[in-house]
């Protein structure tokens, strides 16, 4: 059971728009950054969203982050096939002394 | 772009311990922490731990009585040993590079490797 809590799956039509959410706790959401990770099957992890809200160069502003108090929010519109995949977020627990990640989401793209 | 690039026995007996290297080219190893992360088939990610160029490191608590990690600045080079492994241990390993502002409390990881799958069996 992961510290952080993600919906299994999310589903939306192409072109529409999904929200991810993560929930912790105040020893990580809450007092910690929080980053946003990509999957695509068969491949690595890729960062999508750091600092809670920010795009790494190349990710497009489709994508969207937010935190408020100890959740944390991913947004993406404008839906395309290719966003299929696994979505993750992650940030440390200073309690653990750990870094830690949700279980993932899987986003279908129906 | 830094590239990362991981290696290592695919395949491991229980009991052994597994060692993975990960190599980072087109970027130097110091002033950055350098992770490892893992993902057992069909499931979640699992933070290891992370080690500075300096040789500070800090380990999951629930791996961190068999994991060892080292660098090597010389040759670009991160290496994991885990211990005593056993079939819960069979993953995808990962490194990536800590892209940390103020300490790891306010970092992320980026870039990957591409992956090494690292099966426990006799």
């Known amino acids: 059971q992961s510290v952080l809590t993600q919906p299994p799956s999310v589903s939306a039509a192409p072109g529409q728009k999904v929200t991810i959410s993560c929930s912790g706790s105040?020893?990580?959401?809450?007092?910690?950054?929080v980053a946003w990770y990509q999957q695509l099957p068969g491949t690595a992890p890729k960062l999508l969203i750091y600092d809670n809200n920010k795009r790494p160069s190349g990710i497009p502003d489709r994508f969207s982050g937010s935190k408020s108090g100890t959740s944390a929010t991913l947004g993406i519109t404008g839906l395309q096939t290719g966003d299929e995949g696994d979505y993750y977020c992650?940030?440390?627990?200073?309690?653990?002394?750990?870094?830690?990640f949700g279980g993932g989401t899987k986003l279908i793209v129906l | 772009q830094v590239q990362l690039q991981e290696s290592g026995p695919g395949l491991v007996e229980p009991s052994e311990t597994l060692s993975l290297t990960c190599t980072v080219s087109?970027?130097?190893?110091?002033?950055?922490?350098w992770s490892w992360i893992r993902q057992p088939a069909g499931k979640g990610l699992e933070w290891i731990g992370h080690i500075y160029v300096s040789g500070s490191a800090n380990y999951n608590p629930s791996l961190k009585s068999r994991v060892t990690m080292s660098v090597d600045a010389s040759r670009n080079e991160v290496s994991l040993k885990l211990s005593h492994v056993t079939a819960a241990d069979t993953a995808v390993y990962y490194c990536?590079?800590?892209?940390?502002?103020?300490?790891?409390?306010?970092?992320?990881?980026?870039?990957w490797g591409q992956g090494i799958l690292v099966t426990v069996s006799s």
């Open positions: 990536a590079r800590v892209y940390s502002v103020s300490g790891v409390s306010h970092s992320w990881f980026d870039p």
């Open positions: 087109f970027g130097s190893i110091s002033s950055y922490y």
């Open positions: 992650g940030t440390w627990d200073s309690s653990l002394s750990a870094g830690i």
């Open positions: 105040s020893s990580n959401i809450g007092n910690n950054y």
